[in-house]
């Protein structure tokens, strides 16, 4: 098993940044792909980034390129993600996830992932 524990959200007005993250505990870390996903009111919970276990690859979603990055730091077993330039549609909770590494996976989508966080809410003030 592996336990997630995000933290850092809050609330910053529009333009502004927040740095998340993820702490691991359990099954070794580097042999999951790590990602981040949000969901807003009302709406279903959305892909944001992805990086994979060898800590070079990395993928973001359209809405977020350009202004989140995402890490992770093996010795400390922590996914951190850089939030900048943040808007309004970026209010959500924010979710760590752990995947397994499968067949016929490829870590884009919420069913690819085995472990999930509690989250941490984030809101972007106009």
């Known amino acids: 098993q592996v336990q997630l524990v995000e933290s850092g959200g809050g609330l910053v007005q529009a333009g502004g940044s927040l740095r998340l993250s993820c702490a691991a505990s359990?099954?070794?870390?580097?042999?999951?792909?790590m990602g981040w996903f949000r969901q807003a009111p009302g709406k279903e919970r959305e892909f944001v980034a992805i990086?994979?276990?060898?800590?070079?690859?990395?993928y973001y979603a359209d809405s977020v390129k350009g202004r989140f990055t995402i890490s992770r730091d093996g010795a400390k077993n922590t996914v951190v993600l850089q939030m900048n330039s943040l808007k309004p549609e970026d209010t959500a909770v924010y979710y760590c996830a752990a995947g397994i590494i499968r067949g016929g996976r490829d870590h884009y989508t919420e069913s690819d992932y085995d472990y999930w966080g509690q989250g941490t809410q984030v809101t972007v003030s106009s």
């Open positions: 990086i994979r276990q060898s800590g070079g690859n990395t």
């Open positions: 359990g099954r070794t870390f580097s042999n999951y792909v």
